[in-house]
């Protein structure tokens, strides 16, 4: 199975037949490609994942990013990835072609990270925070911000970083310390500190532009006094050159997984001679950084689909050539005359692999959706569409963060078991998928935090218009569905948990009602992964549709098996994974408080 890192096929099933992509590409904005271009676009894409980053994945594990000497030292593949990144167009893929990119519908540019990721999750992020960082700079910043530091960026010769996460405040962004003082030139001094910054320096980009939250002196209090900055690692000199802007890196963190995509910890201004540059209007960079923040959060969940999907491939891989054992025969008895069977026959083993293909392709339809969301949100021709699909896009959005790393991190743990003993050994990579993974459900914002954005804010939001928006995209598939003989009864289970959701948050909304919001948010987890399920049965619901219309018509673009594979997968999910609803529903609905903090001691230690 050389290069089999990921599954074309049903990406391509999920881009072309249940999304639609070519209604995209009838949008003005992306009018200038067409459905061969994008083929040939993610062609180039897989050749390239196949070429320079499946080969060194395995080696960026077992020879890790460290801080040596002031520096940070990483596998020396990043210089090419950077380059070709650069080349490629994969920098500037869904970036405005007046700013240099491609324009390409965020869809497809989702389709293209999740080649790489299945490939090589370790060294997507180098390129992808500095898309991101640029995309901000073009967005919010001043023509000279642009000019000045975007075109290298774009060409992979520059890298970019998110600066958040300070020493004492983690990801309370109210309580950051770094502080910007007005030069009297356009220019602040910067001085703080900032951890966990991925990708924030090594040898093989000659720049490095940091997006930086500070506040300025005398700002507001809280997270209305932050603004954002751009503060390179060397700032234009005024004679053509470029000099050294006081941006030390301070370490690297050694990592459970991803060890080969580097986490620093930066120092602004230990010498008094920072200097950054407000992107935008003062007081707004967290509005501003938000929106990297969401874009970064549909790439988290791209990740984490994408590293599902691996270690999917490679169990499903070993479980098809690894014998041992019998089944068991109709009368309870084996055969030990019989030679042993592929372990792929044995009903466990199907079940970790049928929970593995489901997490891993329903994560990748998530992830998708949103991205189409996104670019329908952006792009429509009707503004009342646009807005409909931008809250669409925010209620999504902590799902999108969360079921892929979190579910993710189950399926892969399957995965490892399928392989026994072996999974648990260097030698065979599905250690190294489970470690990787791990750290999805921390980016970016955890899941508690993802859990109170969806329950907190995104459900009640525009007054519940999201949550209804999203029921009558449910409810067409619902329709859609009992017109089959075969998925009637499917249907029927799903719009039976849509009333089950309206009853939790029916009981849920009682205590925001009474003023109780800490005991109204204290199962926000909880809530996350009912919603979340029920979400998910839709997505399979809606793909098993599709394919079931693909046979009736008889259409061969994929095999027969193929279309039959999703509609089983479909029914695996109902069964195993959307009647755990039913449990989730009783403890948000339980009476009981018993995580909120009172009079009484729990942690009790003799």
Same mark, same amino acid.
């Given at each position: 199975m050389a290069n089999k890192f990921v599954d074309l096929a049903t990406l391509k099933f999920i881009l072309n037949d249940v999304l639609d992509l070519n209604s995209l590409l009838e949008l003005d904005r992306f009018s200038d490609h067409d459905s061969e271009s994008i083929d040939m676009f993610l062609s180039s894409v897989f050749d390239f994942s196949a070429k320079e980053l499946y080969p060194c994945f395995r080696e960026m594990d077992e020879n890790p990013a460290h801080f040596k000497d002031g520096i940070i030292e990483v596998h020396p593949q990043v210089k090419t990835i950077m380059e070709q990144s650069g080349e490629l167009g994969l920098i500037s *893929? $869904?970036? =405005?072609?007046? +700013?240099?990119?491609?324009q390409l519908p965020l869809l497809v +540019?989702? &389709?293209?990270?999740?080649?790489?990721?299945?490939?090589?999750?370790?060294? !997507?992020?180098?390129?992808?925070?500095?898309?991101?960082?640029?995309?901000? /700079?073009l967005e919010f910043g001043a023509q000279e911000l642009k000019d000045t530091y975007t075109p290298k960026m774009l060409e992979g010769k520059w890298g970019g970083t998110m600066c958040l996460t300070e020493p004492d405040a983690g990801s309370s962004l109210s309580d950051l310390t770094t502080s910007a003082k007005p030069n009297g030139d356009g220019s602040y001094a910067i001085k703080g500190q900032k951890i966990f910054i991925s990708g924030g320096d090594h040898p093989y980009a000659s720049n490095f532009v940091h997006l930086l939250l500070a506040? /300025?002196?005398?700002?507001? *209090?809280?997270?209305?006094?932050i603004s954002l900055f751009v503060v390179p690692k060397f700032r234009p000199d005024g004679k053509g050159d470029y000099e050294s802007n006081d941006v030390i890196t301070g370490g690297d963190y050694q990592k459970l997984g991803q060890k080969g995509y580097c986490t620093t910890h930066l120092v602004f201004g230990e010498n008094d001679n920072c200097q950054g540059w407000v992107v935008g209007a003062e007081n707004m960079g967290l509005k501003y950084m938000f929106k990297m923040m969401n874009g970064a959060r549909i790439a988290v969940g791209r990740g984490g689909?994408? /590293? &599902?999907?691996a270690a999917y491939l490679a169990s499903l891989e070993y479980a098809q050539e690894r014998p041992q054992g019998r089944r068991v025969s109709d009368h309870g008895k084996k055969n030990a005359n019989e030679k042993p069977t592929l372990i792929i026959n044995h009903p466990d083993v199907r079940r970790m692999l049928l929970l593995q293909?489901? !997490? *891993?392709?329903? =994560?990748?339809?998530? !992830? &998708?959706?949103?991205?189409?969301?996104?670019?329908?949100? /952006?792009?429509?021709?009707?503004?009342?569409?646009?807005?409909?699909? +931008?809250?669409?896009?925010?209620?999504?959005t902590p799902i999108v963060k969360t079921y892929p790393a979190e579910m993710g991190s189950e399926s892969v743990s399957n995965g490892l078991q399928v392989l026994g003993g072996y999974g648990f050994c260097s030698e065979f990579v599905l250690q190294q998928y489970y470690r990787d993974i791990r750290i999805f459900s921390i980016y970016e914002g955890t899941t508690g935090i993802q859990s109170m954005d969806l329950l907190g804010r995104k459900v009640t939001m525009a007054n519940g218009q999201a949550l209804q928006h999203l029921s009558g995209e449910v409810m067409q598939t619902i329709s859609k569905a009992l017109d089959i003989s075969e998925l009637k009864s499917y249907a029927d289970k799903l719009a039976l948990n849509l009333q089950t959701t309206q009853k939790v948050l029916g009981h849920l909304s009682g205590f925001a009602q009474n003023g109780e919001y800490e005991r109204y948010l204290a199962d926000a987890n909880m809530f996350m992964e009912f919603f979340s399920k029920i979400v998910m049965a839709w997505l399979w619901l809606d793909m098993a549709v599709v394919a079931k219309h693909a046979l009736i018509k008889g259409d061969k673009t994929y095999s027969?098996?193929?279309?039959?594979?999703?509609? +089983?997968?479909?029914? $695996?999910? $109902?069964?195993?994974?959307?009647?755990?609803?039913? *449990?989730?529903?009783?403890?948000?609905?339980?009476?009981?408080?018993?995580?909120? !903090?009172d009079e009484k001691e729990v942690f009790v230690v003799k």
């Open positions: *893929s $869904f970036i =405005s072609a007046e +700013h240099g990119g491609l +540019h989702t &389709a293209a990270g999740f080649i790489q990721e299945c490939a090589n999750n370790h060294a !997507v992020g180098y390129a992808g925070l500095t898309q991101g960082a640029a995309e901000l /700079i506040r /300025i002196e005398g700002a507001p *209090s809280g997270t209305k006094g689909a994408s /590293i &599902a999907t293909k489901c !997490v *891993s392709e329903g =994560s990748l339809y998530l !992830v &998708a959706l949103a991205s189409k969301y996104y670019d329908l949100s /952006i792009a429509h021709s009707d503004e009342a569409e646009r807005e409909k699909y +931008h809250l669409l896009l925010e209620l999504l027969e098996e193929f279309y039959e594979a999703k509609i +089983h997968a479909m029914k $695996f999910y $109902f069964k195993y994974e959307l009647t755990k609803t039913l *449990s989730l529903s009783k403890i948000l609905m339980d009476e009981d408080s018993l995580t909120i !903090v």
